[in-house]
DNA sequence: AGAGTCGCTGTACACATTGCCCAGTGATTG
DNA sequence: CAATCACTGGGCAATGTGTACAGCGACTCT
């Protein structure tokens, strides 16, 4: 859980160049390569690190269109519902939530015509009272977490 | 751009086991090294494959609470809140969108009155007019891409 | 039909990297 | 003071990588 300043440079390293190894990631850092295999090891039994899947885009796998949908649940429909959205191959994510809705769910689709189609089979379900989405138009900020594991090493 | 069945079944396994190298992928996968080392090449640069970043979580950051916050913005000021927000090291995501509100972020915090902290910075800035927060309480369905990898796949 | 192109196979070779082990050292702790 | 811990720097065998090459079947264009 001691995020090191070692570990944040290691992580950032990690984030700009992937491909790296083990051998290079310990010249850049300076450090022995004995040093940052432990650390790597720590930081992924720590969970801090879980994995290095392969980052993909749904755009070029032809869904360029991203949205978010608010849904509202019937009560102790939750398990069904989250049942049904894990089905879905669209929905890239589900969260329940406080708040206005009951859930927030990231979907993506081929068009906007072909949104209508996913948001229909997505609320086409019995315990889902109503819907409603954000179509998302830019994304000045991709996911990133650099930033975040900065502040956490720089304390 | 073809998303091959392949290309599926590569993605899939670099999804699961993402330690593994190429030659590795090749043996499991049944095809001669090269073709894998080839699909790999040509998912790079159509940009299916995006990298293969650290996977990092906040939560073992010691950031366990995410948060979804709509934003509505004033005209014209856009360009300048965007900036703002990616200052914001807690603001993992971004997106400008239609609907009810103009921009939708992810946020992560220490705690819930951590929360509270994020969520002052985040909409301490002249240009945003109003904010509603949706605190995550469960997450059923992680970020997930192979299920749409599959279908892309399968036609 | 013939020529060219393309993707996959199977093989080869030099080189770099990995996983693992170990002795030595400096800092911190009880 | 002794013990513990993390890091260093070195060494070793085994494995994987980058790269190249020839052969082959499928496809397309003329």
Known sequence: MAIDHLDGALLELLAREPRIGV???SRRLGV???TVQAR???LQSNG???G???DVDPAAL???VTAFA???IKQGQGNDVRAHLAGVPEVLELHTTTG???MLCRLVARSNADLQRVIDRVVGFDGIVRASTAIVMENPVPLRLIPLVKQAAGD
């Open 32 to 34: 022995a390569r004995g």
């Open 70 to 72: 608010t849904l509202e």
């Open 100 to 102: 206005h809705g009951d």
């Open 48 to 50: 801090v690190i879980r």
């Open 52 to 54: 290095f899947g392969p």
């Open 23 to 25: 051998l290079e990631a």
């Open 40 to 42: 790597l090891d720590r």
């Open 62 to 64: 032809g869904y360029p």
